[in-house]
C-alpha cells in the first residue's frame, strides 16, 4: 500500500524539514508536497487531492481561520491538523469550529504528532485533553460573558496581533486588509469588549492567556 501524502503548509522552512524527516521515518506516511504561504496552500488543495494537510494557522497571504474554511470549501472530506506555535487557548476552539480536524501545538511532546496524523487520515479527530477542556467551557452557561468570545473570527484575528504589539500596518500586510478596515476592526474590538485602549486589551489578554511569547507563527 501507498504511503499517506501528506501537504505541509508551513513558512518556516525549519518546521518543513523537520516534518518532512519525522515521516520519512514512517512506512505509511510521507510529506508529498509543501507551501511556504496560504495562497500556495489554497493552490495546492485544489490542484490534487491530499490524505491530510498539516497546517500553520499563521502565514503570508491567506491565513489563520480564513484559510481554514476555504480549504473546506474546497475539499470538505480532507482533513486539517493545525499546528502551530499558539497554545491552545489562544485558537484551538475557533480553528475546530472553523473546520479543522484537529489542533496540536508546535510546543507539545512530539510524541503525540504521528497519532494525531494517522488519527486523522484514517478520518477521525485529534482533541488533546486542554482542547477537550476549552470546548467544554465554551459550551457552559454564561461562557458567553467573556468579551472576546463576542468577536468574529477577524476580529480575534486582529485583537490577537495587536496585543502582541504589532502596528496597524503591519496587521494590514499580514492579513491583506487596509488601514482603514483593520483600524475599523479595532474600533469594533474596543467597543464590543467594553474597553477604552489598546493597554485595556493586552492587560485582558494577559489574564485570560490569551497571549503568547511569540510576535508570530
Known amino acids: 500500500m501507498s504511503p499517506w501524502q501528506v ?9 518543513r524539514d523537520g516534518l518532512r524527516k519525522i515521516l520519512a521515518d514512517t512506512d505509511d506516511l510521507v510529506v508529498a508536497g509543501e507551501a511556504a504561504n ?9 490542484e490534487r487531492d491530499w490524505a491530510l494537510v498539516i497546517l ?8 489563520g481561520l480564513e484559510l481554514i474554511k476555504l480549504i473546506r ?36 511532546d512530539m510524541d503525540l504528532l504521528l497519532p494525531a496524523i ?20 465554551e459550551m457552559a452557561p454564561h461562557s458567553e460573558d467573556l468579551p472576546h468570545t463576542a468577536l468574529s473570527n477577524r476580529e480575534f484575528e486582529v485583537f490577537s496581533r495587536i496585543v502582541r504589539g504589532t502596528s496597524l500596518t503591519a496587521i494590514a500586510q499580514e492579513l491583506s486588509l487596509s488601514i482603514k478596515t483593520v483600524s475599523t476592526h479595532k474600533s469594533n474590538i474596543l467597543h ?3 474597553m477604552a485602549s489598546q493597554v485595556d486589551l ?14 508570530h507563527d
Open 192 to 194: 464590543k469588549m467594553q
Open 118 to 137: 494517522r488519527k486523522l487520515v484514517a478520518g477521525g479527530r485529534y482533541i488533546s485533553p486542554k482542547v477537550a477542556e476549552l470546548l467544554a467551557m
Open 73 to 108: 470549501q474546497e475539499r470538505p472530506r480532507l482533513p486539517v491538523l493545525i499546528f502551530s506555535m499558539h497554545h491552545e487557548a489562544q485558537y484551538a476552539v475557533r480553528a475546530i469550529r472553523a473546520g479543522a480536524s484537529g489542533y496540536l501545538s508546535k510546543e507539545s
Open 38 to 46: 496560504g495562497n500556495a496552500a489554497l493552490q495546492a488543495v485544489r
Open 202 to 215: 493586552v492587560r485582558y489578554a494577559l489574564e485570560h492567556q490569551l497571549l503568547d511569547n511569540q510576535p
Open 7 to 15: 501537504l505541509v503548509a508551513d513558512d518556516h522552512a525549519i518546521i
Open 56 to 63: 500553520d494557522i499563521s502565514m503570508p497571504g491567506r491565513n
